[in-house]
């Protein structure tokens, strides 16, 4: 649907009050067809402005100075683009926690809490509480947000994240230190296992590795049903998502090398994507010392965490 002049008209030429610019920005996200402009032209006006959500309602009447209008138009041009938010914002919330984000880094997502709260539950049944010597290794942290929930909520644990991206373990470090965990959260530049000391072992492992198929990411957007927004394949490092063919290339390099790294009875979770869960069961099932396979569905009800075990 065309929008109207009035909408096109670049919002730094118009003095206007913060309940006008917050209308004419939601009827300019919806024009390009961007879901819940309501809540994105609150978040954008609220980073704007420097104040929280609540603040932008109670300030409707005032009127932006032209330099606010300015900054603004500029943050609003880059959304409209399909620039993520959170890379606009700098930040995304995740298991109630606020995580810096840049381009460097995959966007956490809410199927990635999905997994920690499996890890956390199925912990929680088997273990009880682990002791102080617990130890677990996050393989392509990326942001850092798994290693450092895990570390919060297991207060006893000690974490290495690792990552092949020095943009991306720079971002993780940052988040490390905001939210306290710096004493026991470790970060590592390695291709996977590469850099991990021989010997080492760990009693969990978990990882959201890249598990996109490579032929949906070279899809052009909006041409099939099953092609990405243009908000991730523009805009997301292709690394952190590229899996290679059918999406399984990263998940084989894991399993290579897994069992090497497990202590006997340690524990294996994984993000996959929701057409993988039979191809990686068979795969596991058919290395010999790998146990307890299973997967989990997520609240669509779709598969979505992968999880086994070194034998003892």
């Keep these: 649907m065309a929008s109207s ?88 919330e995740f298991w109630s926690l606020e995580f810096d984000v840049t381009k460097d880094v995959l966007i ?26 617990f130890t677990i290794l996050d393989l392509g942290t990326g942001s850092g947000v798994i290693a450092i ?15 092949f991206s020095q943009a991306a373990l720079q971002v993780a470090v940052k988040n490390a230190a905001k939210h306290g965990v710096s004493d026991r959260v470790h970060f590592l530049n390695s291709d996977w296992f590469a850099a991990i000391k021989p010997g080492e072992k760990f009693d969990l492992v978990v990882s959201n590795p890249p598990y996109v198929a490579r032929e949906i990411l070279d899809k052009p957007c909006g041409n ?33 090398r897994l069992l090497s790294f497990l202590k006997p009875g340690g524990w294996f979770f994984m993000e996959i994507g929701a057409d993988q869960a039979g191809e990686v069961v068979n795969h596991f099932n058919g290395i010999a010392g790998f146990g307890r396979i299973r997967v989990f569905k997520d609240y669509a009800g779709l598969p979505r965490v992968f999880q086994a075990t070194r034998e003892e």
Excluded: W
């Design 224 to 256: 099939s049903p099953d092609a990405l927004q243009p908000e991730v394949v523009g805009h997301e490092p292709r690394m952190a998502l590229d899996g290679g063919l059918q999406g399984l290339q990263s998940i084989y390099q894991i399993s290579d």
């Design 149 to 163: 929930v895990l570390a919060r909520e297991i207060q006893s644990a000690r974490v290495l994240g690792i990552d």
């Design 5 to 92: 002049p009035s909408h096109n008209k670049c919002l730094a030429d118009l003095p206007m009050q913060v309940k006008d610019l917050f209308r004419q920005t939601v009827q300019r996200l919806e024009d390009a067809g961007i879901a819940g402009a309501e809540l994105e032209a609150t978040l954008l006006l609220a980073h704007q402005l420097g104040v929280d959500t609540v603040t932008v309602y109670l300030s409707d009447q005032e009127t932006l100075s032209s330099e606010n209008l300015e900054l603004f138009e500029d943050l609003l041009n880059r959304r409209l683009k399909r620039e993520p938010l959170a890379y606009i914002l700098g930040r995304k």
């Design 108 to 133: 956490p997502r809410p199927e990635t809490e999905f997994l920690v709260e499996t890890v956390l539950q199925v912990l929680k049944n088997e273990t009880g509480r682990p002791d102080s010597s």
